[in-house]
């Protein structure tokens, strides 16, 4: 009976001491952590300087940051939403506190917005989709709140329009405070997994 009791105690003890070290999972990839690193240190301090030039510059900067990521492999986030249907699908996946990434396969909305495509004479080919055929096919099978490791490529989708408009141009104080707060970018999701837990 003592002895049992001292297993359970020493049980539970190893269980709360390892949940207090466990870290979160978007800091167990090196590259991910950087990046969500390289964010805070930019938001931050804009952020309480209360200057709106300070905010403005700290805003282009990490959209900056988030082109030099290009294809990333093996990230951790939590799907926090999934919206439209097998052809016009949209995903946002949290990968860091407050930050996003969105994905979509809705070519219209790809296009709609992106100015230099109403002066541009040229046909240009058609982009490839945000998620594959393979994420989208993983995606049936998770749910929403659910833990995920995916792999992709920062910007590069069919929504290059709609990141363009995600770099800010001609946008309000306002706007750019609230995208330093929780920061949402365009990514090709090419593959999409629940993440075990280690």
């Not at 495509?117 to 240009?124: E, M, Q």
């Not at 141009?169 to 365009?186: D, I, N, T, W, Y």
Request: charged share 20%.
């Amino acid at each position: 009976m003592i002895a049992s009791r001292r297993v359970l105690i020493l049980g539970t003890a190893g269980l709360a001491l390892g949940g207090c070290f466990d870290r979160p999972c978007h800091e167990r990839n090196p590259a991910q952590k950087a990046f969500l690193d390289g964010l805070s240190a930019l938001a931050k301090p804009a952020l309480g300087a209360n200057n709106p030039l300070a905010v403005e510059e700290a805003a282009k900067q990490s959209v900056a940051l988030a082109g030099k990521v290009g294809a990333f492999s093996d990230w951790c986030g939590v799907i926090r939403k999934i919206e439209g249907n097998a052809q016009t699908v949209a995903v946002t996946i949290e990968v860091g506190p407050q930050v996003s990434l969105y994905a979509f396969n809705d070519w219209a909305l790809a296009f709609a917005g992106s100015v230099t495509d109403l002066f541009s004479t040229r046909s240009r080919p058609a982009p490839p989709p945000g998620l594959s055929d393979a994420a989208i096919a993983a995606l049936k099978s998770l749910r929403l709140g659910e833990r995920v490791t995916l792999s992709g490529r920062m910007g590069e989708i069919a929504g290059s329009g709609v990141f363009d408009l995600s770099r800010l141009f001609g946008k309000s104080v306002a706007e750019h405070r609230q995208f330093l707060q929780a920061p949402r970018f365009v990514a090709r999701i090419e593959a999409l997994a629940a993440s075990k837990k280690t």
